[in-house]
């Protein structure tokens, strides 16, 4: 009998997302929290990752709780990977930035597939999904615009999910001086948006750590 067509539950339900995506096998480990999380997560809002993508995003947030520092995401958009966080995170503050009116102008750095406004989403909507959490502070405009009350932090953590050049090199200058050591950042989007890849390779390309590429389209570094 083909594995697909045993098993119920957070299994099953597993299985069939593994099929229907299409993601790669190997890194899928059913008994780890993480994919609880991700599963019950993806019926409750949209999460714009692969199961691998959203794993490593959790993995790494556990991972860096005994560095110091809080914890940040710029690019909201439907809250999933913000609330993949939350169940990580512990007490950690976390700190979220979007525009919540979707997309800024991209520029000749970047796809074409990227426009003004897309990703549209609300700030109402996710202080809503993220009601019950603790320790969430929400900074609604165009980063770094709105991180003013952050600059004086340091962080262990920081998901960038911004598609453009402009965002990602705005953002990489604000968050790199205030991560801690050992502090990781996470970027979707590295092999999938030429602006993100540029702005990531331009802006390391005189700094001691990698841009290591990891699962699908995500890149990772961890500061020195």
Same mark, same amino acid.
């Given at each position: 009998?083909?594995?697909?067509?045993?098993? %119920?539950?957070?299994?099953?339900?597993?299985?069939?997302?593994?099929?229907?995506?299409?993601?790669?096998?190997?890194?899928?480990?059913?008994?780890?929290?993480?994919?609880? *999380?991700?599963? $019950?997560? $993806?019926?409750?809002?949209?999460?714009?990752?692969?199961?691998?993508?959203?794993?490593?995003?959790?993995?790494?947030?556990? %991972?860096?709780?005994?560095?110091?520092?809080?914890?940040?995401?710029?690019?909201? *958009?439907?809250?999933?990977?913000?609330?993949?966080?939350?169940?990580?995170?512990?007490?950690?503050?976390?700190?979220?930035?979007?525009?919540?009116?979707?997309?800024?102008?991209? /520029?000749?750095?970047?796809?074409?597939?990227?426009?003004?406004?897309?990703?549209?989403?609300?700030?109402?909507?996710?202080?809503?999904?993220?009601?019950?959490?603790?320790?969430?502070?929400?900074?609604?405009?165009?980063?770094?615009?709105?991180?003013?009350?952050? /600059?004086?932090?340091?962080?262990?953590?920081?998901?960038?999910?911004?598609?453009? *050049?402009? /965002?990602?090199?705005?953002?990489?200058?604000?968050?790199?001086?205030?991560?801690?050591?050992?502090?990781?950042?996470?970027?979707?989007? *590295?092999?999938?948006?030429?602006?993100?890849?540029?702005?990531?390779?331009?802006?390391?390309?005189?700094?001691?750590?990698?841009?290591?590429?990891?699962?699908?389209?995500?890149?990772?570094?961890?500061?020195?």
């Amino acid at each position: 009998m083909k594995t697909s067509e045993r098993g %119920n539950g957070p299994l099953r339900e597993l299985q069939l997302l593994v099929a229907r995506i299409g993601i790669n096998v190997s890194f899928i480990h059913p008994e780890k929290t993480a994919f609880k *999380y991700i599963i $019950r997560i $993806r019926k409750e809002t949209e999460m714009v990752l692969t199961l691998n993508e959203a794993a490593q995003i959790f993995n790494a947030v556990i %991972n860096t709780i005994k560095i110091p520092g809080d914890i940040a995401e710029v690019g909201v *958009y439907r809250g999933g990977s913000s609330k993949l966080i939350c169940e990580a995170k512990g007490n950690r503050p976390l700190h979220l930035f979007d525009t919540f009116e979707g997309l800024p102008d991209s /520029s000749v750095n970047d796809s074409q597939r990227f426009h003004k406004n897309q990703y549209l989403s609300s700030l109402e909507y996710i202080q809503g999904l993220l009601k019950g959490f603790p320790n969430i502070y929400f900074y609604k405009g165009l980063f770094p615009t709105t991180a003013g009350p952050v /600059s004086q932090k340091k962080f262990s953590f920081v998901h960038l999910d911004v598609d453009l *050049y402009e /965002s990602t090199k705005n953002s990489l200058e604000f968050f790199y001086p205030r991560m801690s050591k050992g502090g990781v950042i996470i970027s979707h989007d *590295y092999l999938g948006s030429k602006g993100v890849k540029a702005a990531f390779d331009k802006f390391f390309d005189d700094k001691p750590e990698p841009v290591i590429e990891v699962t699908d389209s995500q890149c990772l570094v961890v500061k020195c």
